[in-house]
């Protein structure tokens, strides 16, 4: 059974910081694009960053410089580390797992990230 399972979502103060977690199974991994997008109550899903099978990775504007995405390919698992945060980065953040061959996506559930003093 292909899963993403997200973890990490938690309230945080402005300025802080967070890890998610993005666990894996049922698909092969390492051929993977894998990618973070959130939703904004109120608001379309956007994209966030992403990371493929060969380590590139590339972000969205909002999110550059204070985000970091990687991957543990042994674990299955990919990360966003979010520095510096924003209350306007308060979302759901779902996890996203792309074939780079038949170009079919896979989605998590989501965990939610609320930045507020």
């Known amino acids: 059974q292909r899963q993403l399972v997200e973890s990490g979502g938690d309230l945080v103060q402005p300025g802080g910081s967070l890890r998610l977690s993005c666990a894996a199974s049922?698909?092969?991994?390492?051929?993977?694009?894998m990618g973070w997008y959130r939703q904004a109550p109120g608001k379309q899903r956007e994209w966030v960053a992403f990371?493929?099978?060969?380590?590139?990775?590339n972000y969205a504007n909002s999110v550059k410089d204070r985000f970091t995405i990687s991957r543990d390919n042994a674990k299955n698992t990919v990360y966003l580390q979010m520095n510096s945060l924003k209350p306007e980065d308060t979302a759901v953040y779902y996890c996203?797992?792309?074939?780079?061959?038949?170009?079919?996506?896979?989605w998590g559930q989501g965990t939610q990230v609320t930045v507020s003093s």
């Open positions: 049922g698909i092969a991994f390492s051929i993977y694009t």
């Open positions: 990371i493929t099978n060969s380590d590139d990775t």
């Open positions: 996203n797992a792309e074939n780079t061959i038949t170009r079919r996506k896979y």
